[in-house]
């Protein structure tokens, strides 16, 4: 099903990022075939099709995960069975779904340790850290989990590149994605293993459809697409969700993004254009470590996500979110810090086996928002 992108009116992100800072990298445009029809007044100076790497796009610094430490994590962290000889000669969009699967119901996406850290002596994790807190399935923001996830799939020989563009409004690069290429037929599949909403549920082929929007995908309580679009002057994708008609909230009246006649939100954006490690942590290391809480709230706010069996368990703020059989979100709140700090142990104690880290992160929170250690809403 390809839908028409029509006027615009207003909702708020859960994850709003109001960034303020620019962030300037130029990167390189991957070497796939054009994806949105020429125009003049936008086209790049650079060939889409035919551009060598940067000479930042490797480092030998970087920590390659061994063959067997991809199986062991595998086997062991996403409890997957070890890929067949087959599969690891040739691997294919089969064995790149069901890691990626795997992926979003195991690694959460989270703020809960970063809080244990005041924000003045915060820093972007190092290569050799992100390889640790990924062995040990341990989560992180976009920057850790999907390098990580990177390192996953190249591992098992998936020809994979990094992306980097802009979620919920933001003005300046703030997420990372990956793009893995040469699959059967030559297609390329987009994989965020950051993701909210969902969208690994069924990866998304970047260049397999005609039209301006992808088919329509229905992931946790979302559908979602992708949407062509020119970014920064480049051929590059729009991501875009809608609400299913059963959740909980069919258009939720908190949310502030651009929503068209047919119910779709525009949530994030990014060109294709090939980047380094080096150019991922530029971007994200002036954010993380910004002394100002404006520039990305999220970094105050207790958060946590995953996709056990492709369904949403969140922890957002004061409240957990579930989707339920009917693939419906319900929503429980808690009243005291006592509640909170239960409700992360009782759904996310495999990631916080110290119960010290939940308290400190409960309490970095409830002192950003200059909430009594007793409340009722916040």
Known sequence: MLLACNHHVFLDPQLCLFIHIQVHSKGVPLNIPPLIPERSEHRSTMPVASVAPSSSSSSSSTPILTREEVLHFLTEQLHLDRPSDAELSTPDLALLQRVCRAFAAEVPLSTIRMLNTPLRDRALPTLEQIKQIGMNKLGGLCYETNTFLHWLLAGLGFHVEFLLGRIYGSTVDNHVWNIVHNLAGGKSYLVDGGSYPMMMERLICVNDFDGNCSPV??????????????????????????????????????????????????????????????????????????????????????????????????????????????????????????????????????????????????????????????????
């Open 217 to 378: 995908y229905v992931q946790s309580i979302w559908e979602v697409r992708l949407r062509r679009k020119l970014v920064d002057g480049l051929p590059g994708f729009a991501e875009e969700f809608r609400w299913t008609g059963n959740t909980a909230e069919t258009q939720p009246q908190w949310k502030r993004l651009p929503v068209d006649s047919e119910g779709w939100a525009e949530f994030a954006e990014f060109p294709l254009v090939r980047r380094s490690q080096e150019e991922l942590a530029m971007a994200l290391r002036r954010i993380r470590t910004s002394q100002d809480v404006t520039i990305a709230p999220i970094r105050m706010r207790i958060y946590c996500v995953t996709y056990p069996g492709g369904r949403l368990l969140q922890i957002c703020n004061t409240s957990l979110f579930w989707e339920d059989e009917k693939r419906e979100r319900r929503e429980l709140r808690a009243r005291t810090r006592e509640e909170l700090e239960d409700l992360i142990l009782r759904n996310f104690k495999e990631y916080f086996p110290d119960e010290a880290v939940v308290r400190t992160a409960v309490e970095s929170y409830l002192q950003f928002v200059k909430s009594p250690p007793a409340f009722v809403t916040l």
